[in-house]
C-alpha cells in the first residue's frame, strides 16, 4: 500500500515537472517567435513601403482565386419601394458600412501573400455608382435588371481600391408600374463570407446596429506570419469550437495526465475515443479525395467568360414548412429537393434522361459563432451534397436527400476544406489552382441556402421588397444555386455561365412547378385519423 502510495506521489511529481518544462518551453517558443515576426515585419515592410494587416490565409486563397470563368465576388441586389436616392444612399454608406476598416482599405499582394492598407485615395463616388438600364418593353424591366446584374458578376473590381460597389438604378419600375430603385451590391469575397455579410446587411438597415468597436492590438502587422502560425496555432478558435467533440477529449487527456490515480483506469476508453475520431477525420479525408466525378449532364463542362442570372418570385415559407412537417422532414430538405427535381426537369427539356443521375453541389458550411460576423474574413467550409436530380418521384426524392443531409451532419469535411483554403493560401497562385481544381472537377454546382429576416426590413424608410444574392463559382463550375428565405418568403436565384446554361430561368420556372407537385402529392398521402 505505502508502496502504490510511493509510486503515484512520484508519478504527479513527475507529471507536474513535464507540464512545468513544457510551459516554460512554450512561453520561450512564444517569444523567440514574436522577436522573428517582429523582425520578418520590420524587413518586409520597410522593404514594401507600406504598414496594415496582414490578410489571412483563407482570404489570400479566395483574393487569387479569380479566373476568366469566375471572379470571386459576392452579388447580391435589393429591390426598394418607395425608391432611394444616390445621396440618402451614400449618406448610410459614410455613416455605417465605413465603419469596417475593410470597406476603405485595398489590397497589396506580394510574393507571401496580401496585405490589408487603407486606401489614402479613397472616394465613396468611387464605390456608390448610378447605373441606368436600357429602355426594356413593359413588363422586362426585371429582365433588364436580370441582364445588367449579369454583366457585373464578370466585370472585376479595381483592385487600386478597395474591392467593392454598389450600383444604384433609380425609376426602377415595379410589377404594378409603381417607381422604386434597385440596388446591385459587388463585395470580393476575400473581404467576407456570405454570413459575415449578414451581419453587415443588419448594420446597414434601419434601425440596425453598428459593428461592435473592435479592440486595436498590439499585434505587428505588415509581415508573413508563417512561423507563429505553424508553431503556436496549429488550430484556430474556430478549429476547436468545430471539434467539439474532439475537444472534450482532450480535456479528459490533460487531467489524466494531471491525475494519473484517477485517469489509468480510462486510458484504455480514451485511447479509443482518440482512435475513433482519428479513424472519422481520416475516413472524411479520404471520402473528399476519392470524390467518383459527376453525372456527365449538360451543366458541366468547360465554362466561357459570360454569365447570365434569373430569380423567380417568392414561394410562402409556412407553405413550406407545412409540406416539411407532414412528411417529417426539414424546410432544408423540401427545398434541396426542389432543386434536384427542377434541374432534372430542365435536362429532360433538352432532351437528357436523367434517371439515375445526380450532380455534387458544394455547399457553404459556417464555421463561426454569429457574435463573432462583424469581424468579417471567411469562417466556412465546403460540404459536397449529392443531388438526387434522377429521382422522379418527389416525395422519394425529399426522404433521399433527407438521408443524404443527415450523413453529413457529424462530418469533419468543413473543417477539412477550411484547412484546404488555408493551406492554398500559402502556395503561389498555380500551385493554389492545382490542388482548388479538385473540387471544380468533381463539382457542377455551389449551392447557399440562407435564412434572412422573417420580417421585411427598411433601408433609409423604404421597403426591400426583394432581396437576392449569389456567391461565385471557383475553377470549372459552372452553376450556382441560391435559397434566401426573407419577409416570410423562400425565393430561388441561379447563376450559370452562358455556355453551358444560356438560359437559368428555364430552371428557375420550375421551381415553383416542383414544390406545386410535392404539396398535391403530400395531400393525396393516406393520413391516419386522431
Known amino acids: 500500500m505505502v ?17 512545468t518544462q513544457a510551459t516554460k518551453a512554450a512561453k520561450t517558443t512564444r517569444r523567440a517567435a514574436r522577436i522573428v515576426q517582429k523582425n520578418v515585419t520590420s524587413a518586409v515592410s520597410g522593404a514594401l513601403g507600406f504598414s496594415g494587416e496582414r490578410m489571412t490565409k483563407v482570404d489570400t486563397a479566395w483574393l487569387r482565386m479569380d479566373s476568366p470563368s469566375n471572379l470571386m465576388m459576392v452579388v447580391g441586389i435589393w429591390v426598394l419601394r418607395p425608391g432611394v436616392t444616390k445621396e440618402a444612399l451614400v449618406e448610410r454608406v459614410e455613416e455605417r458600412l465605413m465603419k469596417y476598416n475593410r470597406f476603405s482599405q485595398r489590397v497589396v499582394e506580394d510574393a507571401a501573400g496580401a496585405t490589408w492598407v487603407q486606401d489614402a485615395d479613397f472616394d465613396i463616388h468611387r464605390h456608390v455608382v448610378i447605373e441606368k438600364l436600357p429602355k426594356s418593353a413593359k413588363g422586362q424591366h426585371q429582365t433588364a435588371l436580370q441582364n445588367r446584374v449579369a454583366e457585373l458578376t464578370m466585370q472585376p473590381l479595381d483592385r487600386q481600391h478597395p474591392l467593392w460597389q454598389l450600383h444604384l438604378i433609380e425609376n426602377y419600375p415595379g410589377p404594378n408600374g409603381e417607381k422604386g430603385s434597385a440596388l446591385i451590391v459587388r463585395i470580393h469575397h476575400c473581404i467576407a463570407d456570405g454570413i459575415a455579410l449578414i451581419s453587415v446587411t443588419t448594420s446597414l438597415v434601419d434601425g440596425g446596429t453598428p459593428p461592435p468597436e473592435r479592440v486595436k492590438k498590439n499585434a505587428p502587422s505588415g509581415a508573413e506570419d508563417w512561423l507563429a502560425d505553424a508553431v503556436l496555432k496549429p488550430f484556430t478558435n474556430m478549429t476547436v469550437r468545430a471539434l467539439g467533440g474532439a475537444g472534450e477529449r482532450t480535456a479528459k487527456t490533460l487531467r489524466m495526465l494531471s491525475e494519473p490515480q484517477q485517469g489509468l483506469s480510462n486510458t484504455l476508453s480514451n485511447a479509443v475515443d482518440m482512435a475513433k475520431l482519428a479513424l472519422h477525420v481520416a475516413s472524411d479525408l479520404a471520402a473528399m479525395a476519392l470524390m467518383p466525378d459527376d453525372s456527365k449532364t449538360r451543366l458541366k463542362g468547360k465554362p466561357g467568360s459570360t454569365k447570365r442570372v434569373a430569380w423567380c418570385q417568392p414561394i410562402p415559407l409556412e407553405e413550406v414548412r407545412a409540406v416539411g412537417k407532414a412528411l417529417n422532414a426539414s424546410i432544408n430538405d423540401v427545398l434541396l429537393s426542389c ?62 436527400v433527407r438521408r443524404r443531409m443527415n450523413e453529413m451532419k457529424g462530418s469533419y469535411q468543413p473543417l477539412l476544406a477550411f484547412s484546404l483554403l488555408s493551406v492554398a493560401g500559402r502556395l503561389g497562385k498555380p500551385a493554389q489552382d492545382a490542388m482548388l481544381n479538385l473540387f471544380g472537377k468533381k463539382t ?78 403530400t395531400l393525396m398521402l393516406p393520413w391516419e385519423e386522431k
Request: hydrophobic content about 40%; some cysteine.
Open 444 to 521: 457542377t454546382a455551389v449551392m447557399t441556402n440562407v435564412p434572412g429576416p422573417k420580417v421585411k426590413l427598411k433601408f433609409c424608410g423604404s421597403t426591400i421588397e426583394e432581396n437576392m444574392f449569389w456567391v461565385p463559382q471557383s475553377g470549372d463550375v459552372g452553376l450556382g444555386v441560391s435559397i434566401l428565405s426573407y419577409g416570410g418568403g423562400v425565393q430561388f436565384g441561379v447563376i450559370t455561365d452562358s455556355t453551358l446554361c444560356p438560359d437559368p430561368q428555364a430552371i428557375i420556372d420550375r421551381f415553383e412547378p416542383e414544390f406545386s407537385k410535392l404539396s398535391i402529392v
Open 339 to 400: 432543386v434536384a427535381g427542377a434541374i432534372g426537369e430542365y435536362l429532360k427539356s433538352h432532351g437528357d434522361d436523367p434517371t439515375g443521375q445526380e450532380i455534387r453541389a458544394m455547399v457553404p458550411v459556417n464555421l463561426r459563432p454569429m457574435e463573432e460576423a462583424y469581424k468579417l474574413g471567411n469562417r466556412f467550409g465546403l460540404a459536397p451534397l449529392v443531388l438526387p436530380i434522377g429521382v422522379a418521384n418527389p416525395i422519394e426524392r425529399v426522404y433521399e
Open 3 to 19: 508502496t502504490r502510495i510511493a509510486a503515484q506521489e512520484a508519478a504527479q511529481q513527475v507529471t507536474q515537472h513535464v507540464i
